[in-house]
Nanobody, 121 residues
Framework: QVQLVESGGGLVQAGGSLRLSCVAS????????MGWFRQAPGKEREFVGA????????HYAESVKGRFTMSRDNAKKAVYLRMNNLKPEDTGVYYC??????????????WGQGTQVTVSS
């Protein structure tokens, strides 16, 4: 498994932007699909997006398409989530996760501690 540490959360007004970062350590970073998830208060954790190797290998939840963009820098063992036009419903704890390439869909085995994103109206 890999160890993951997120950063970049904070408080932002609706319509604003944030960039989350996740840095990995441990195993070979390029062997993993990287994902972002979020959990709002009182709700189940939900999928936000995932990236395999580059910008054309991304997949997003419908609720964030066109507003959120994932990228990764394999040399830095980092994955990023650029969030634009934020809405109050984007509020939650955002988690970075890693899934071994070839593992079944949803089988994210490594998780970060989470970073809080709060969007005020």
């Amino acid at each position: 498994q890999v160890q993951l540490v997120e950063s970049g959360g904070g408080l932002v007004q609706a319509g604003g932007s944030l960039r989350l970062s996740c840095v990995a350590s441990g195993r070979i970073f390029t062997n993993y699909v990287m994902g972002w998830f979020r959990q709002a208060p009182g709700k189940e954790r939900e999928f936000v997006g995932a990236i395999l190797s580059g910008p054309t290998s991304t997949h997003y939840a419908e609720s964030v398409k066109g507003r959120f963009t994932m990228s990764r820098d394999n040399a830095k063992k980092a994955v990023y989530l650029r969030m634009n036009n934020l809405k109050p419903e984007d509020t939650g704890v955002y988690y970075c996760a890693a899934k071994p390439i070839g593992a079944k869909e949803g089988d994210f085995r490594s998780w970060g501690q989470g970073t809080q994103v709060t969007v005020s109206s």
